[in-house]
């Protein structure tokens, strides 16, 4: 089962974030606020990461530059995650090396088709995650 973490600091929209990845059949986690997140991905080793962009004191490019230099190719496939238009997400997502955005005002069907494209980029044609290499 593909895992997701979602990290936001609201709680009220992880939870619905959550919970729209799990009634799709996804194993999905909420980490609350961007501190303690590293830990987070490497407990749930999760395939996707759904990251709120606008964090107080660590912002979503900030700690897309730390996950890439703490997991480099073992990363998961990240997500940013905001109430910005998917045009303007979709932009910071290219310029800092994200794989991709999801509106927070996304449909259900919409969020979960964007971490089914990133699962697919992940893992190939079926979105199964990749295997990764024992640590």
Known sequence: ??????VDDDASYGARAVQILQDAGFQARFHRGPFGSLHAIRETNCDVLLL???????????????????FGA????MLLYSNMSLGILERIAGAIGAQGAVPKDATPEEMVARVQRALAKRGGRHGLPRKRPAA
């Open 52 to 70: 709120d962009v606008n964090m107080p004191k660590l912002d979503g490019p900030q700690l897309v530059r730390m996950i890439q230099q703490a």
């Open 1 to 6: 089962m593909p895992r997701v973490l979602v």
């Open 74 to 77: 073992r990363r998961p496939e």
